[in-house]
């Protein structure tokens, strides 16, 4: 079956650690994106990235890094310097960013600060 | 800047009732629109889209129909049942050919048997 797969699914994150979230699709998009989700907020933008080895800043990138250097493949990592880190965190891709086609979302991972 | 809003939830509804969730967009041009719905702990899936004016997204019973003229979205479903209470989301893809998306902040249905 074709999808996003994301992991884990719940991360612990000790003040001045950084942790990285897995994400893989086997669809074949080329387009990726991070979005990050409080309560009782919609989605806001992390990072993008329209192509290998290619990425650019969303709405709140601070704190955040991200690579992409598979197709299949954009990890995320949330540093030190991200004060309020504790949010739910999904993944999603697209096959054609220009042609206005639907993003595929993953099952999400829940980030929290102990 | 470019915008999307949802009428405030939680919205409690019982089985069978009619069901309308609005949504409004800003927009200089027309960009395509999205309703997506997210179940407890889980990602979200996309329910329906529209993606010039006037067309009507539709799938499992939901609605919604892209008005140009009022910049609206609005979900209809003319049956709720007990298996449809999630969150909502309104969308609106973004400006320039990113295919980033524009949330409206989500509405939560509670459908009571």
């Known amino acids: 079956d074709g999808g996003i797969t994301q992991s884990p699914k719940y991360l612990f994150r000790k003040e001045g650690q950084n942790v990285t979230l897995s994400c893989e699709q086997n669809?074949?998009?080329?387009?990726m994106y991070w979005y990050r989700q409080d309560p009782g907020q919609g989605l806001r933008l992390i990072y993008y990235?329209?192509?290998?080895?290619?990425?650019q800043k969303g709405d709140i990138a601070e704190g955040y890094s991200v690579s992409r250097e598979k197709k299949e493949s954009f990890p995320l990592t949330v540093t030190s310097a991200q004060k309020n880190p504790t949010a739910f965190y999904l993944c999603?891709?697209?096959?054609?960013?220009?042609?206005?086609?639907?993003?595929?979302f993953g099952q999400g991972t829940r980030l929290t600060v102990v | 800047g470019d915008s999307v809003t949802q009428m405030e939830g939680p919205v409690t509804l019982s089985e069978e009732a009619f069901l309308t969730i609005n949504c409004t967009y800003t927009?200089?041009?027309?960009?395509?629109l999205f309703w997506y719905v997210q179940y407890p702990g889980e990602g979200l899936q996309l329910l329906l889209k529209a993606t010039k004016a006037d067309d009507k997204g539709s799938n499992k019973g939901f609605e919604a129909t892209y008005r140009k003229e009022t910049t609206s979205f609005h979900l209809e479903k003319g049956s709720v049942q007990v298996s449809d209470s999630a969150v909502y989301f309104c969308?609106?893809?973004?400006?320039?050919?990113?295919?980033?998306?524009?949330f409206g902040q989500g509405t939560t249905l509670q459908v009571k048997p």
């Open positions: 927009a200089t041009g027309y960009p395509s």
């Open positions: 990235s329209q192509i290998v080895n290619d990425f």
């Open positions: 969308a609106r893809r973004g400006s320039g050919n990113t295919g980033k998306l524009i």
């Open positions: 999603a891709s697209s096959m054609d960013p220009i042609k206005a086609t639907e993003a595929f």
């Open positions: 669809l074949n998009h080329d387009a």
